[in-house]
């Protein structure tokens, strides 16, 4: 059995997942959005990443960046190593891309800040 809290809505309730030869029991979910949750999270964790990476700007050295999406949660070590090198050499608005398609995911890493407010 494994015990975890959904995420899904600010209810946050407590479930138990019990797995036997690929069936799993889902108790403790007030509605069908923590069952989905729960298998996920048991089968295939999904995972929205977010980080900071560096600008060339002294005004904003650094900017929040996100995926514009989930991925799977394996890939977000690689994905870190993906963006260390990052140096933002343009202003950016909130929501563009800075790297498409990451790892072949179909998800972007996009920024969440709006530079244009800065200068
Ligand atoms: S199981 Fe449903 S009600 Fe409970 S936290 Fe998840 S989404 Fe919200």
Redesign the pocket.
């Known amino acids: 059995m494994k015990k975890m809290i ?1 995420i ?2 600010p ?3 407590e ?1 138990q997942v019990d797995v036997n030869d690929g069936i799993s029991v889902v108790t403790g ?3 069908i ?2 069952k989905e ?1 729960a298998i996920n999270e048991i089968l295939h964790p999904m995972r929205t990443f977010q980080s900071t990476v560096k600008t060339i700007f002294p005004e904003l050295p650094m900017i929040p960046i996100k995926t514009d999406d989930v991925v799977p949660k394996e890939y977000l070590f690689q994905i870190i190593e993906e963006i260390a090198g990052i140096e933002i050499k343009d202003k950016l608005k909130c929501g563009d891309i800075i790297i498409q398609n990451i790892l072949g995911t179909s998800v972007n890493i996009v920024s969440t800040v709006d530079m244009y407010l800065y200068f």
């Open positions: 959904c899904v809505c209810k946050g309730c479930m979910n007030a509605c959005r923590g949750f």
